[in-house]
């Protein structure tokens, strides 16, 4: 039991290694009319991993009679696919070679334009709670009609749906995006349905059918906002500036993802659930304000 808050870390950490510099290959490997679709299909193959995986570890543990050591044993296998992808097949364009410089200076370089974005997806990030908790909302408000063990098995089935709109709303908005004057606009349009998702949800509903309409649009937004924010942020600044800008982007986001955590956590136990997702609602469209505003600029 100890040593699993040091595997949720390393396994943190090898997330935010390894995701800026994937971000980085995918936007040198497509041209920039193509970015919402590449980064799309990126969100897209990544969702349906995470819902393939979990259904082969229970039919794995089926076969193996739940031998959890085995099981383990043959996760290996799609990581050493995955290296051996990487070390046969993926061939890294050359970029013209900058001189060296200090973190700090290298932070400093990057475009105006892309720090006001930064601005807005912190702001955005801010409130952008962590999805699991519609898990617990579906779960109590569902509760008094259906009983807690139903109400719990109903709102699985909810996020279940949830990660299927997040997979197709990913290529979607990024394909939308490709096809449209600025990417932005798309991008302003999901933080706008964020907005919406928290307004509903403030309502305390008991219907089952309005509280679908959440999952439903709570995975349209989130899509959206990950497949755009970085097409707009590979959009904003120069190739051979990608590996520290999506760098940046990542750190907002994990600080952003922090302070929603503290955030809504604290107004939801302290205060009221109105109170936190209301906080959320206000953040989300502060977002699409400053994004609106970049736009323009």
């Known amino acids: 039991m100890v040593a699993e808050p040091f595997n949720d870390i390393r396994g943190w950490l090898g997330r935010g290694v390894r995701s800026p510099a994937k971000k980085a290959l995918l936007a040198a490997d497509v041209p920039s009319s193509a970015y919402g679709r590449a980064f799309g299909l990126e969100r897209l193959m990544d969702t349906v991993g995470a ?110 749906i949830h990660n299927v709109f997040y997979a197709v709303s990913a290529y979607a908005s990024g394909w939308l995006s490709d096809h449209v004057p600025q990417r932005t606009i798309v991008l302003a349009c999901g933080y706008s349905l964020a907005g919406i998702t928290g307004i509903l949800i403030c309502t305390g509903t008991h219907s089952l059918w309005l509280l679908g309409a959440i999952f439903v649009l709570a995975g349209l937004y989130v899509g959206t906002e990950e497949a755009l924010e970085d097409s707009v942020a590979a959009g904003l600044v120069p190739k051979e500036q990608h590996g520290m800008a999506f760098g940046t982007l990542a750190a907002v986001n994990a600080v952003g993802d922090f302070l929603s955590s503290l955030l809504v ?26 994004i609106v505003r970049l736009r323009r600029e």
């Open 51 to 160: 819902i393939a995986g979990p259904l082969t570890a229970l039919w794995l543990l089926e076969k193996t009679s739940h031998n959890y050591r085995a099981v383990f044993l043959w996760t290996l296998l799609p990581g050493m696919i995955a290296v051996a992808c990487f070390w046969l097949l993926v061939r890294e364009r050359t970029i013209a070679a900058k001189p060296r410089r200090s973190f700090l200076m290298g932070i400093r370089d990057l475009p105006a334009p892309f720090r006001r974005f930064l601005l807005a997806v912190g702001v955005f990030g801010a409130g952008d709670f962590s999805h699991s908790l519609l898990i617990l909302y579906a779960s109590r408000m569902l509760a008094p009609g259906h009983g807690f063990a139903r109400a719990a098995s109903i709102a699985i089935v909810l996020y279940t």
């Open 265 to 290: 956590g604290f107004l939801w136990s302290a205060v009221s659930l109105q109170a936190a997702f209301a906080t959320s609602t206000v953040l989300f469209f502060a977002g699409a304000i400053l």
